[in-house]
Structure formats: C-alpha cells, structure tokens
C-alpha cells in the first residue's frame, strides 16, 4: 500500500498552482486533481472517472486527458463538481464528500488569490460571485465557503 505524506512540497507563492496541489506518495507528487478523485472515490466507491468527468461537467475522456497532459482541473470543471457533490451530499451525506467540498472551496479560494484583480470592475464581478455562492451555501447545511478579496 502506498504511503502518503501529508507535508507540502516546496512552490513558489506565484505559482499557479493552488496551496492543496502537491502532497508525495512514495517519492512522487499526488496533485490534488488526485487526491481529490480519490476523497470522492472513497464517498462514491463505484464512481469511475468517466463518470467524475461527467461530475465536472466536461466531456467523459476530461479527467485522461488531463492527466496524460499533467495538467490540474480547470476552476470551472471545480466549481461545477462542487455544484454535484452538493447535491448528492444532500440527498446521501457522507463525510468524504463533506471533505471533498471543503478541498474544492479552499482550492478554489487559493486559485482566486492569484487572479489578476488589478481592474476594480473585474475585483467587483468575483466578489459578488463569491458572495452569492456563500449566501447560497449558508442557507444549506454545509459549511460556507470563503469569501476572497
């Protein structure tokens, strides 16, 4: 079995990857595309990743291609798994998927941080995205996601 560290591996702080992509496993880096994948195949045990890219919102060869490209997922294809994941976590509560939807906020939230903001119309439109979101979520029984500035 493998084993996995949990301790960060070193990046820049303007890189473009988020704060929860690079974690080791026996020497090679689990990115959080990954680790997230497998956070849901544990809530989900039958889900295949036709199926997860269906979850995303994308076509059903989305999470191959990807991966062969090494590529992260997009932070459409994120959100619109949150918007599943939500629904089945209330139709079907699991732990794991609690989990997994906190991995997405709190990716989502990083990827946010290194958006170029400078234009104040543009700041604006995501705050007010990220609000309605976390309204929407308060009004739910999951914990709301942060909101970025």
Known sequence: MASISLEPQCFSSTSPVGINSLYKQDGEAMNFKNRLFEKIKTALPGMTVREFSNYCGKSEGYYG????????????????????????????????LGTALTMIAEEVADRMQHIDTRNW????????????????????SLAPMPIVF
């Open 121 to 140: 119309s543009v700041r604006q439109l995501i705050i007010r995205a990220v609000a309605k979101v976390h309204v929407s979520n308060e009004q739910s």
């Open 65 to 96: 291609s990807i991966t062969a490209q090494n590529l992260e997922l997009s932070t459409n294809a994120l959100l619109h798994l949150a918007e599943v994941l939500s629904h089945i976590q209330a139709q079907q509560p699991n732990p794991a």
